[in-house]
């Protein structure tokens, strides 16, 4: 109400009394056009149709470029699990690890073009949000709509015992900024927590789009649990499927649009929140520390940023007669072995500017005639399409070789296989205790975990050492059943398990602190974490001056004011 009248606040972000622009159908000041008519009875949309147009249209390059190795921007290299391998020797699941590096960013990055992005937040503003909670999100959603440039594009979902798209799909220029800034103030903390009905929003921002952005995503942020739409069971079987629509699950043809999910505090709903990144191939994080909300999505936020190639796809032939493959280790990438196992491929999709993803392939290798020096097991190639241009690319990456002497006594292995061997193992080690915690066996999920950092403490290598402690820290997290329940040791599980699977950073606890697979941190997401560290510390400054800072000294016209009614009061 305002001062006795009934208010309308339009989608646009500007308030009115009601009896002035009854029956309006956009709004006086900035003239945006209104779905929600008031006086009006609203009607639902299936789709929201109203994206602010491209000022340029995204690039649809088809023109191929091929591209030797070592002269192109993707990066491929293979590593054998030994250099040498004797004449007259067999060697069943021999593992080769195909290594791909995604383009640089240029140094002069802030000219060099990028993909611009769709982005559509979902927020939570339940009333669990209300005090410093909802505070801290305004300031961390003011961060991020000033570092989108003027070609990309956001749309602000919030949701509680309903969900209400505030802004539509705009492009952030000045008055696209401006109308976020004014939603985004406008959040207030009440009712329940409907997670469906905000992803709902989001689906139909994202299917209704008339133009599209070459990058889309969305970044949902919650603080409990849906209590509008899930069905707890005590067993266990909560399917939390019942959250997502349709369009958003990732399906085997074509891409998606992902969930980057981010649960806020210690009450959040880890289990849903994994599941939802899960089913659309985005990340679970999980902020323990309500303070670095705004480092958690400038982490996020500076990926998406910097997207360099889309619908990558690795794929592996075997040259030498009788060598095949046997599997692939993947991860979360669906990977592909033929028949015959003669060829491979993985679809890794979408790649950050200088981000790396390892596959590890076991193949069998025949023995060979005394004259053959070298045995060449596989070669590697990658077709992806440039983010920025459009341009659909093929890049040759290394041969994968085998030396093949007479001999071959005391050959070191390869310390790159050595490590992702130990990196698959330690993902598929945190499945396994995330596994034995549900069936309530928490010893065993903390002694599974203890005795893969015993092994990755073991090879006196540093990353593997940086490993071992984050089985430590989770082995203590899994071990009790009350920190595992109620202070987030299954969100360090579930999150630690999107990192590694996926092979891309989340935070994970308190940012920082080596929880979570930051060693796939870019560093364009390491720039933009910076800048707002930066960001957080100018404002604390300017927080402790204003509160330090004595009052100003009385003016002279109050000093008057004061003599008068003294005078006044002493005649």
């Known amino acids: 109400m305002g001062r006795g009248h009934a208010t309308f606040t339009a989608e646009c972000s500007h308030t009115f009394h009601l009896r002035c622009v009854n029956h309006r159908t956009a709004c006086p000041l900035c003239h945006t056009s209104w779905r929600d008519v008031p006086g009006v009875t609203p009607t639902h949309a299936l789709l929201f149709d109203d994206d602010e147009p491209l000022e340029m249209p995204p690039p649809h390059g088809n023109n191929q470029a091929t591209t030797a190795a070592g002269g192109g921007v993707m990066v491929l290299k293979t590593h054998c699990q030994y250099p040498a391998v004797a004449r007259d020797a067999t060697r069943d699941g021999f593992a080769v690890l195909v290594h791909a590096k995604a383009p640089t960013l240029p140094l002069e990055a802030a000219k060099a073009p990028r993909a611009p992005l769709d982005l559509v937040m979902v927020l939570d503003v339940s009333g669990s949000m209300m005090g410093p909670k909802i505070t801290l999100l305004k300031q961390a959603m003011g961060f991020v709509i000033d570092k989108l440039g003027p070609d990309d594009r956001l749309s602000l979902v919030s949701f509680s015992t309903t969900a209400r798209r505030l802004t539509r799909l705009a492009r952030m220029s000045d008055a696209g900024r401006a109308s976020s800034e004014r939603a985004v103030e406008s959040l207030n903390a009440t009712g329940g927590t409907n997670i469906k009905e905000g992803l709902r929003e989001a689906a139909k921002v994202i299917a209704g789009r008339r133009c599209k952005n070459a990058v889309s995503a969305i970044i949902l942020l919650s603080d409990g649990q849906d209590n509008c739409t899930v069905r707890y069971s005590a067993a266990g079987a909560t399917d939390y499927n019942v959250l997502l629509p349709s369009s958003l699950v990732r399906s085997g043809a074509g891409s998606s649009t992902p969930v980057h999910a981010f649960g806020f505090g210690k009450d959040h709903d880890s289990a849903a929140m994994h599941t939802i990144a899960e089913a659309t191939g985005g990340t679970f994080s999980f902020i323990e520390n309500e303070a670095v909300i705004q480092d958690s999505f400038a982490q996020c936020i500076g990926g998406l940023l910097s997207v360099a190639a889309q619908e990558a796809r690795v794929s592996v032939e075997c040259v030498c007669p009788g060598v095949r493959v046997r599997s692939v280790k993947s991860g979360r990438y669906k990977n592909h072995v033929d ?233």
């Open 339 to 571: 028949a015959e196992g003669r060829t491979a491929t993985v679809d890794v999709g979408e790649l950050y500017a200088d981000e790396e993803r390892r596959f590890l392939l076991l193949v069998d290798m025949p023995r060979v005639a005394q004259d053959v020096d070298v045995t060449t097991l596989l070669k590697v190639s990658c077709a992806y399409r440039d983010a920025a241009t459009g341009q659909s690319v093929d890049v040759a990456g290394e041969d994968a070789v085998v030396k093949r002497p007479v001999e071959a006594a005391e050959v070191e292995p390869s310390m790159e296989v050595e490590r992702e061997r130990l990196r698959v193992e330690a993902a598929e080690d945190i499945a396994a205790a995330r596994a034995a915690a549900e069936r309530g066996e928490h010893a065993e999920a903390s002694q599974i975990l203890r005795h893969r950092g015993m092994a990755l403490g073991a090879t006196g290598d540093a990353m593997c050492a940086e490993l071992a402690m984050e089985m430590g820290e989770l082995s203590e997290r899994v071990g009790d059943p009350t920190r595992y329940h109620t202070s987030n040791g299954k969100a360090a599980l579930l999150s630690g398990m999107s990192s590694h699977w996926q092979q891309r950073t989340t935070t994970s606890g308190n940012y920082g602190k080596g929880l979570g697979g930051g060693g796939y941190s870019t560093p364009a997401m390491r720039k933009m974490v910076g800048m707002s560290v930066k960001a957080r510390q100018k404002q604390q400054q300017q927080q402790q001056f204003s509160t330090s800072t004595p009052p100003p000294p009385p003016s002279l016209a109050m000093n008057l004011m004061r003599k008068c009614h003294r005078f006044l009061r002493l005649k």
